[in-house]
């Protein structure tokens, strides 16, 4: 993509600002080099020539770009707060349907900014970086720290070919490696900074194993649902790393660490019913807080809210484990009603999971999001309150 130049009216430069200002009114882009990096690592370069573009945010172009077809709309699109579809399926759909599993892309440069500005690498740092894309974020890390420091590595062959062209075109040259990120990359270490790219629920031990002491790790922790949270983590010694929360961002799930979303509600004849008095339109915008507590406490599990008929209802589902039938719950409210009618089917009560984990939430006084943080170490995932050594729970992914 190196050839193509905006079409009449557009210039590199004017894209570049409109995209920064954009980011620094949303808050996503805070420190002013990332603007230069923006710059020196273009997007479209890292861009396939007709692209499926998803929106980061209401107003942003969605749909089916291609450059010879609709100039404007493509470059747009690429200097937009979009992600660039790469990959359905595995590589088995067609990234330009919009339809099928994302399973790679180019992420939109507001969820990006943001995990790099945690990540806040520095000159001569060693930083590995899991899953490489289509090479940008190596490219924007290869900028900041320089490229014989960086090692990305991506599980996908196919993947990792196209991200080497468009870095080569881009002028850099990080190490490349296709392989299994969860391994890290031992010959290499230490490492002063890890950076994710995929949804992670179990935090891999070798991450921390290879991350010096005093290390920053950075990552999209899903913590066993579907809302990912943005972690950074830093690294106390060769088995420890604590660190806090700092708002949701919800990526493509790391390979092996996927959910697949299971309804059988078919199932109603069976189905266990019982009534309650908490009303489920309490889940509707649930706080930050709230949230986090009750994805670390009850795993494996989706919801969403419905309103029909004048009816209030909040459905339960489990995320596929690859056993048995899965699990599912529904609370439903009329606006005349004292109580709400839950029905659950399984071998889990994901109402009773999630209304027990709220209520916990609502006794230790509503504590907002920052108060919480997480320690990762070999006896497992643990999510604490207001410091590591206090309140804490076991997270069961």
């Known amino acids: 993509m190196g050839t193509v130049t905006p079409p009449d009216g557009l210039t590199f430069d004017d894209l570049i600002a409109r995209l920064a200002a954009h980011l ?15 710059r020196a690592v273009p997007r479209h370069l890292f861009a396939p020539a007709a692209a499926w573009f998803n929106s980061n945010h209401a107003g942003a172009p969605r749909g089916r770009f291609a450059v010879d077809e609709d100039p404007m709309g493509w470059w747009t699109a690429v200097y937009a707060d979009t992600s660039i579809i790469l990959q359905t399926d ?40 899991i899953g490489t894309g289509s090479g940008w974020t190596a490219g924007l890390l290869s900028w900041a720290a320089g490229a014989n420091g960086v090692v990305s590595i991506e599980v996908d062959p196919e993947v990792a070919a196209r991200a080497a062209a468009n870095l080569g075109e881009a002028g850099f040259a990080p190490q490349l490696v296709v392989g299994d990120g969860t391994e890290g ?9 890890v950076h994710v790219t995929v949804g992670v629920s179990d935090i891999p031990m070798a991450w921390i194993e290879q991350t010096r002491p005093g290390g920053v790790i950075v990552l999209p922790w899903h913590a066993g649902g579907l809302v990912g949270h943005r972690l950074r983590l830093k690294v106390l010694n060769e088995t420890t790393a604590v660190g806090c929360f700092h708002g949701t961002a919800s990526y493509m799930m790391l390979r092996d660490q996927r ?10 004849e069976a189905a266990h019913r019982s009534t309650t008095k908490l009303h489920p339109r ?16 009850v795993p494996r599990v989706g919801w969403h809210d419905v309103s029909e008929d004048g009816a209030d209802s909040l459905l339960l589902y489990e995320l596929d484990d690859h056993t048995g039938e899965g699990a599912w719950a529904a609370c439903d409210r009329r606006p005349e009603a004292a109580e709400g009618e839950v029905t659950q089917y399984g071998e889990r009560r994901l109402w009773d999971e999630l209304s027990s984990a709220y209520r916990q939430w609502v006794s230790l006084g509503s504590p907002g999001y920052d108060r919480f943080g997480l320690t990762v170490d070999p006896s497992g995932t643990h999510l604490w309150l207001d410091r590591p050594s ?5 997270v069961r992914t």
């Open 185 to 193: 990359r031992s010959e290499r270490a230490s490492f002063d900074r």
């Open 259 to 268: 959910y697949n979303t299971r309804w059988t509600s078919h199932h109603h």
């Open 282 to 297: 309490t889940f509707w915008n649930m706080d930050l807080g709230a949230q986090l507590l009750c994805h670390a406490l």
């Open 24 to 38: 620094r009114t949303r808050g996503s882009l805070t420190d002013e080099s990332w603007e230069d990096a923006l």
């Open 390 to 394: 206090a309140r804490k729970w076991r």
């Open 90 to 129: 595995d590589g088995a759909g067609d990234p330009l349907s919009g339809k099928g599993l994302f399973s790679s892309s180019v992420s939109a440069p507001g969820i990006v900014f943001p995990f790099l500005e945690l990540l806040a690498p520095q000159k001569g740092d060693r930083i590995l970086e």
